[in-house]
């Protein structure tokens, strides 16, 4: 047995054991005195003599002087780790750089995480970026490197991509000096943010989800660049236009429903799905604002809240009992009647005047099938109804709506509204058949009129109508 020699006097086991067992008998309450004799012990000399104190391996004298030590430990260790991550902290909140989607995450939790210790603090913008923004040297300016429209102004000055604000942040339009790149960019106060602001986004790509370029911190504001929409969303389309015809909403359904069934497969309810929320771009349709999603661990999420827009919701959301993924679905179905119809539904019946809040209403009465259009076909009721059923486990999928007929109408019963290459590619193919040339300029012309129908579909009448 090798033994400890501090004082330069060899410490026998024998004496050892005598010494503790005094020492114990006296009751002493003495930190120090314990640490003197722990000092002058060899580890192995102690472990032999508690065996000795406690053969039944009853060690309850001593469960705080444990306890203690524990903590002491784990104070160690979450000092480390604090070191570590004020060292990550730093490197992720100095600057704007390219990062991987754990880079941005990781900002995202710093930001949400220290957010009162930026009020009057920041002197320069830091984030991480996943695409199409190219920092310089670690900067990315207002201004200088970004041009920030503000919603009203494009609205008026730039037409088509006109952005709407967001419930949870201001939307500009943004323009990448260098590149003349366009992008959404939603503004969101720090003391507001939340990483599900950008973690479905960044850790889920489809194409009918806009995509995330990166977020910003600029002062005192989260800046979240996104891929934008051309043709504003369907809420400025029916304020605009009115009531959309049916082989439109059947091109907005579909693409949607899309989406919708990729976020479900990976268990996400979006919880916000209403006009305002789907963007038109030129060849697509995509959903925007993430801010209320959660991801499911579990067959049934319980929330702790109210979340989405009440006059959308579906009955089990305003319960707050639980609910699925199906929660969307009904969404996206009092969604194809406010696009039939141009109000979104119960509005008619139940004026906002009089009921400032729906959620009684939809209570007791959804789902809201007097509310569908009039002139809506039979197999588009048919989908309405199956969306809209009150029992979620009756309700259809996204996946099994887009098998629906009313969303596969024959040729002949449904004009065509695809991409503007579809529409070329099919009028060279009639005019092909008709042993005729395509003029020079139809390349021309047709660009300028599908720009004007991706604005404003419902009252363009140019060449692009004849092929649709």
């Known amino acids: 047995m090798i033994s400890c020699d501090v004082t330069g006097i060899n410490i026998r086991s024998g004496f050892a054991k005598w010494t503790v067992m005094e020492y114990m008998s006296t009751g002493s309450d003495s930190k120090e005195e314990i640490d003197l004799l722990l000092t002058n012990l060899n580890m192995s000399e102690v472990i032999d003599i508690m065996e000795n ?37 730093v490197s992720l909140m100095s600057s704007v750089k390219y990062g991987t ?3 941005l995450l990781a900002f995202a939790n710093q930001v949400s995480n220290t957010a009162k210790q930026f009020k009057g603090c920041r002197q320069q913008e830091s984030g991480i970026l996943l695409n199409m923004i190219t920092p310089k040297n670690g900067r990315y300016q207002i201004d200088s490197d970004v041009l920030l429209f503000p ?26 000096r260098e590149t003349k790149k366009r992008m959404a960019c939603k503004l969101v106060p720090v003391e507001q943010f939340k990483p599900s602001d950008v973690e479905i986004q960044a850790c889920f790509r489809h194409e009918n989800i806009a995509e995330l370029y990166g977020a910003i911190l600029w002062d005192e504001t989260i800046h ?85 827009t009440e006059i959308y919701m579906s009955p089990e959301v305003i319960l707050c009992r639980g609910h699925t993924t199906k929660a969307d679905i009904y969404s996206m179905g009092a969604t194809i009647i406010h696009m039939q119809t141009g109000i979104p539904p119960w509005v008619n019946r139940y004026p906002r005047s009089a009921y400032p809040s729906y959620l009684y209403i939809i209570h007791k009465q959804a789902p809201p099938l007097e509310d569908i259009a009039e002139d809506c076909s ?91």
Request: with cysteine; hydrophobic share 40%; glycine share 6%.
């Open 101 to 103: 989607v754990e880079d």
């Open 151 to 176: 919603w009203k102004l494009t609205y008026r000055n730039i037409g088509s991509d006109f952005i709407p604000r967001g419930a949870f942040g201001k939307v500009y339009l943004a323009q990448d």
């Open 53 to 89: 104190l406690y053969p039944g391996g009853d060690l309850a004298v001593y469960e705080d002087s444990l306890i203690t030590m524990c903590e002491e430990a784990n104070q160690n260790e979450e000092r480390a780790e604090s070191l570590l991550f004020c060292e990550r902290e």
């Open 378 to 468: 039979t197999s588009m009721r048919e989908l309405l109804e199956a969306a809209l059923e009150r029992n979620p486990n009756h309700r259809l999928s996204a996946a099994e709506l887009l098998k629906h007929e009313a969303l596969h109408p024959p040729p002949e019963d449904q004009p065509r509204c695809q991409s503007l290459d579809s529409a070329l590619f099919e009028r060279k193919r009639l005019l092909a058949r008709k042993e005729l040339q395509l003029p020079e300029n139809i390349t021309v012309v047709l660009l300028l009129d599908f720009a004007s129908w991706v604005h404003n579909p419902m009252t363009s009448t140019g060449h692009l109508n004849q092929f649709f």
């Open 224 to 308: 979240l660049f996104m891929e934008a929409g051309e043709g504003g969303s369907v809420m400025e389309k029916l304020e605009s236009c009115g009531p959309m015809r049916e082989f439109e909403i059947i091109w907005v359904t579909k693409h949607i429903l899309k989406g919708l069934d990729f976020l479900h497969s990976k268990r996400i309810i979006h919880h916000d799905i209403k006009p305002s929320n789907i963007v038109f771009m030129s060849t697509k349709a995509v959903l925007v604002d993430f801010g209320l999603s959660v991801q499911m661990t579990e067959d049934i999420y319980y929330p702790k809240d109210l979340r989405g």
